[in-house]
């Protein structure tokens, strides 16, 4: 059974695993240059909460067995956040409030991506303009929404022992989406 893979006594090891992998996946250059998303603080605090959010989704599938894995993945996220901020200088009696209005504008993002992948493509595309496209491109939008629902796919088709796996085929999907845009674009006449 694959449910070992999430034992307690290996929960925060697996959660770590889990992190790294998607920090690296929304770090890929394609993201950025291509679809839109600003190579900025904030702009990769969009792009890591969406993968977060797409993990935390897939994980959501095998729930009860995987809740401790998705609280650990999360408790993660937000001490990564605290100890980024703290590099950039935010002093200790402000992080509170920073860290705060972070998960709120994690948790709110998380539930409008939620609601917008129930809705279709354009919803989701909508939802990415507000949120992680700085110029709000729809061009670009589209393009993040169509590497999110790849991405969404191959994380559900994903076993949970090759979750991490499948996360790190996320960095050649994205420049493989972003690729054939480029693509897609050079063909179209002016």
């Given at each position: 059974?694959?449910?070992?893979?999430?034992?307690?006594?290996?929960?925060?090891?697996?959660?770590?695993?889990?992190f790294?992998?998607?920090?690296?996946?929304a770090?890929?250059?394609?993201l950025?240059?291509?679809?839109?998303?600003?190579?900025?603080?904030?702009?990769?605090?969009?792009?890591?909460?969406?993968?977060i959010?797409?993990?935390?989704r897939?994980?959501?599938?095998?729930?009860?067995?995987?809740?401790?894995?998705?609280?650990?993945?999360?408790?993660?996220?937000?001490?990564r956040?605290?100890g980024?901020?703290?590099?950039?200088g935010?002093?200790?009696?402000?992080?509170?409030?920073?860290?705060?209005g972070?998960?709120?504008?994690?948790?709110?993002?998380?539930?409008?991506y939620?609601?917008?992948?129930?809705?279709?493509?354009?919803?989701?595309?909508?939802?990415?303009?507000?949120?992680?496209?700085?110029?709000?491109?729809?061009?670009?939008?589209?393009?993040l929404?169509e590497?999110?629902?790849?991405?969404?796919?191959?994380?559900?088709s994903?076993?949970?022992?090759?979750?991490?796996?499948?996360?790190?085929?996320?960095?050649?999907?994205?420049?493989?989406?972003?690729?054939?845009?480029?693509?897609?674009?050079?063909?179209?006449?002016?």
């Open positions: 059974m694959t449910w070992r893979w999430f034992r307690k006594d290996q929960t925060q090891s697996q959660a770590e695993t889990l790294e992998a998607l920090n690296a996946a770090r890929s250059p394609a950025y240059a291509a679809a839109g998303a600003p190579d900025t603080i904030e702009g990769r605090f969009e792009v890591l909460g969406l993968h959010f797409l993990a935390l897939r994980l959501r599938r095998d729930a009860p067995a995987s809740d401790r894995l998705s609280i650990a993945l999360q408790e993660i996220f937000f001490r956040l605290d980024a901020l703290r590099e950039i935010v002093g200790d009696l402000s992080i509170g409030r920073k860290i705060r972070l998960a709120e504008a994690f948790y709110g993002r998380a539930a409008a939620e609601r917008a992948m129930g809705e279709g493509p354009d919803a989701l595309a909508a939802a990415l303009a507000r949120n992680v496209i700085e110029s709000g491109d729809a061009g670009r939008a589209r393009l929404a590497y999110v629902l790849k991405a969404d796919l191959r994380l559900a994903a076993q949970a022992d090759g979750l991490v796996d499948a996360i790190k085929d996320l960095m050649p999907l994205s420049e493989a989406v972003t690729a054939k845009n480029g693509d897609d674009q050079r063909r179209k006449p002016d």
